[in-house]
């Protein structure tokens, strides 16, 4: 488990959402990932995002719900959830 405090990998719109010093971002593979999930969900709650990887290589993320609808409404996107 590595943590990353990079810049922001997202687009320029969504950078108005948080400050990257302000989230915890954690990179875990997918088989860890099934061994962790309850954990991840947890660390969500308290604000912290996990980027799932394959093979080294990001393709997806875990993301707090108040993060994710703000950012479909920065794309102009809203969602239900």
Do not use: C
């Not at 488990?1 to 997202?10: A, E, H, K, Q, R």
């Not at 954990?39 to 080294?56: L, M, P, Y």
């Amino acid at each position: 488990m590595s943590t990353t405090t990079g810049p922001v990998l997202y687009r320029q719109s969504h950078s108005t959402l948080y400050s990257p010093s302000m989230v915890k971002r954690v990179l875990l593979g997918i088989q860890e990932l099934r061994l962790r999930l309850r954990e991840r969900v947890n660390a969500v709650e308290d604000g912290e995002h996990t980027v799932f990887a394959r093979r080294g290589k990001p393709i997806a993320v875990l993301v707090p719900i108040a993060w994710y609808r703000d950012a479909a409404r920065a794309l102009n996107d809203p969602t239900e959830y």
